[in-house]
């Protein structure tokens, strides 16, 4: 029974693998990414995208038939270069753990921020386990994140889910992170790994420029709403 569930979870795994290509996924990341964010009292916090390391998005992770249980998403992990600018993204994949489906749900989009440069570095590694290897935290959502709570503060990794359109705060505790070497690729030309993609100061592939020019955008956003802001001062202040 036990090997029939490998092999199921195998089958699981290959058949997602081959359902969608990196240009799919790339499209489909930007298009997560500018979901969540263009609702500002339900996103992300603006504050906290523009402090992150990096940025995971792992767009409609899947589960699998209930004798097998599998949770399987193929997605990308964008980092800022030295200059403050992002870097080409690498390829990862991620496995178990509990997303929060809810009844009825076939799959839900991930997103992740990673706070500090030990998160990073843990990141860069062959293969790193949520609440064990790194700490994570369900991070907060709204505008601002004043409301932060001391784990959210140390938390190395904070994670989001969206699942039939409910986007909410959850820790990933248990789900695994690694590379997706045949990802990067399909976008690079060469099986590599997540550092060797952060290090290689590899050119932005044209179809994850849509995805890049979404983080630009709303890391931004703070200072063009501040901006906005002073502009409406000043009209009420002329009336």
Known sequence: MKGIAVAACMVFTAGLSMAATEQDRLRDSTDVLHEIMGTPDKGIPHDLLDKAQCVAVIPSVKKGAFIVGAEYGRGFLVCRAAGGGWKAPAAIQMEGGSFGFQIGGSSTDVVALIMNPR???????????????????????????????????????????????????????????????????????TKMGTREVLDSHERIPAGAEPLIAELDRYSMHKEGHEAERSMEHDRDHDH
Request: aromatic share 4%; glycine share 12%.
């Open 119 to 189: 998160g990073v570095q843990k990141l860069e590694s062959d293969k790193v386990t949520l609440g064990a290897d790194a700490s994570v935290a369900a991070g907060p959502v709204g505008r601002t994140a004043t409301a932060e709570t001391d784990l959210q503060m140390s938390a190395e990794i904070l994670s989001w889910s969206r699942t039939q359109g409910v986007f909410a705060g959850i820790a990933l505790n248990g789900a695994s992170l690694r590379p997706d070497t045949k990802g990067n690729e399909e976008l690079y030309g």
